[in-house]
């Protein structure tokens, strides 16, 4: 099946630093890729959507600027949280949409990174 | 705009009994549902989708969800529990965010837990 490779898979970083956290599509090529973060104990909250090839569209309240996303090619996608401050600590979670498949199609999901900002 | 509600945060069952997970939904147009399990710090796994057809959907894992269109609910079940289903369930709906783009709209999730 899909497999969605993210990493890392946990990161603990200083405050005032950047993070970088990679989304690949292992056995398919993803047009479509979406980031998520996931505070405890609740849902996932969609961040942005990165098409490959052109800018990412944020969600409304999702400072792009902070959370920089660049889906350079058809099977990667990077998150970039700059200035990291504790309240940046959270799950983050990318999914992808297979290019062949369609819209209905499910999304395939990576495991996810905990960042922890000290 | 397309929501879905899980009205409850935790499903305690006993281990062999059956399992409901709720979901209601609100969408204008033909409802594209889906359900998803993660396991702890983990991503989220595909268990099943409803787009047309059969009101009765087969998943993985043994789980199945049932699509009532008049009460616009779409609860997954399985006939039997096990100590292994223990997760967190989000039932998702498909919604569309402009441009010709899709994304999926998350409900608050359901933790389930059973009981040895």
């Known amino acids: 099946g899909a497999v969605v490779s993210q990493h890392p898979s946990w990161v603990i970083c200083k405050s005032g630093t950047s993070v970088k956290i990679e989304c690949r599509s292992l056995?398919?090529?993803?047009?479509?890729m979406f980031w998520y973060r996931q505070f405890p104990k609740q849902s996932l909250m969609l961040m942005a959507t990165s098409n490959e090839g052109s800018k990412a569209t944020y969600e409304q309240g999702v400072e792009k600027d902070k959370f920089l996303i660049n889906h350079a090619s058809l099977t990667l996608s990077t998150l970039t949280v700059t200035s990291a401050h504790p309240e940046d600590s959270s799950f983050y979670i990318c999914?992808?949409?297979?290019?062949?498949?369609?819209?209905?199609?499910?999304?395939?999901f990576g495991n996810g990174t905990r960042l922890t900002v000290t | 705009a397309q929501s879905v509600a899980q009205p409850e945060d935790q499903v305690n069952v006993a281990e062999g009994n059956p399992l409901t997970v709720k979901c209601t939904y609100s969408v204008s147009g033909n409802p594209y549902l889906f359900w998803y399990v993660q396991y702890p710090n983990r991503g989220l796994q595909f268990l099943l989708k409803y787009i047309t057809g059969d009101n009765l959907v087969k998943g993985s894992y043994g789980f199945e969800a049932e699509f009532n269109k008049s009460q616009t609910s779409f609860h997954l079940k399985k006939p039997s529990a096990l100590v292994s289903d223990s997760a967190l369930y989000f039932c998702a709906v498909r919604s569309y965010s402009g441009a010709g783009s899709y994304q999926l709209t998350f409900g608050k999730g359901t933790k389930l837990s059973v009981i040895p």
């Open positions: 056995d398919f090529q993803a047009t479509t």
């Open positions: 999914s992808a949409r297979d290019r062949e498949s369609s819209y209905n199609s499910p999304l395939h």
